[in-house]
T-cell receptor, first 117, second 110 residues
Framework: ETGVTQTPRHLVMGMTNKKSLKCEQH?????MYWYKQSAKKPLELMFV???????ENNSVPSRFSPECPNSSHLFLHLHTLQPEDSALYLC????????????????FGPGTRLTVL | GQQVMQIPQYQHVQEGEDFTTYCNSS?????IQWYKQRPGGHPVFLIQ?????EVKKQKRLTFQFGEAKKNSSLHITATQTTDVGTYFC??????????FGTGTSLTVIP
């Protein structure tokens, strides 16, 4: 409904698995983001891409690997995750990074509920 | 690092009562945005405030940006059950950082 779709909506994986989250935006936006939302914690910005170039990486562990092949698609590759990585992973997009600052209105996808066993 | 705190964390109101959530940033913000997340849903953009002291209204919702651009508030008049959800303020930090507030979860009792 927001023009941002995410798959899968739910994912259960073991600590030794490798999986990928996919995000697609149909809004013609130039910037895309990954957020992590854990229970009782604020949304945490993980990665920011502008025109397919990563412009922010908030000290996210290397077991999370983003990929942005084009301005409409964003992936988050997961490997050897820990149980504390269980959370809702949200993708968002915005028209652009206004003046180099992340201040544009963001449109969120429905999220992927990830459980790491 | 930059922090954006909101109070209260939880608020239960009878339908028809008013509700206010307050947002405080540890640093000055160039703008502030408000989002609403329904239970089981994702954040949805409500509004953006840019000017110091700015006040904007959306039907029963009134948003205010503080004079120092470090705080903001959201006031809902005569709450309805459709107002249920968590309200987040958010704003840009240095570079391409973006910080969401801790959120206020609103429950409306019919």
């Amino acid at each position: 409904e927001t023009g941002v779709t995410q798959t899968p909506r739910h994912l259960v994986m073991g600590m030794t698995n490798k999986k990928s989250l996919k995000c697609e935006q149909h809004l013609g936006h130039n910037a895309m983001y990954w957020y992590k939302q854990s229970a009782k914690k604020p949304l945490e910005l993980m990665f920011v891409y502008s025109l397919e170039e990563r412009v922010e990486n908030n000290s996210v562990p290397s077991r999370f690997s983003p990929e942005c092949p084009n301005s409409s698609h964003l992936f988050l590759h997961l490997h050897t995750l820990q149980p504390e990585d269980s959370a809702l992973y949200l993708c968002a997009s915005s028209q652009d990074l206004a003046g180099g600052l992340l201040s544009g209105t963001q449109y969120f996808g429905p999220g992927t509920r990830l459980t790491v066993l | 690092g930059q922090q954006v705190m909101q109070i209260p964390q939880y608020q239960h109101v009878q339908e028809g009562e008013d509700f206010t959530t307050y947002c405080n940033s540890s640093t000055t913000l160039s703008n502030i945005q408000w989002y609403k997340q329904r239970p089981g849903g994702h954040p949805v953009f409500l509004i953006q405030l840019v000017k110091s002291g700015e006040v904007k209204k959306q039907k029963r919702l009134t948003f205010q940006f503080g004079e120092a651009k470090k705080n903001s508030s959201l006031h809902i008049t005569a709450t309805q059950t459709t107002d249920v959800g968590t309200y987040f303020c958010a704003g840009p930090g240095t570079g391409n950082q973006f910080y969401f507030g801790t959120g206020t979860s609103l429950t409306v009792i019919p």
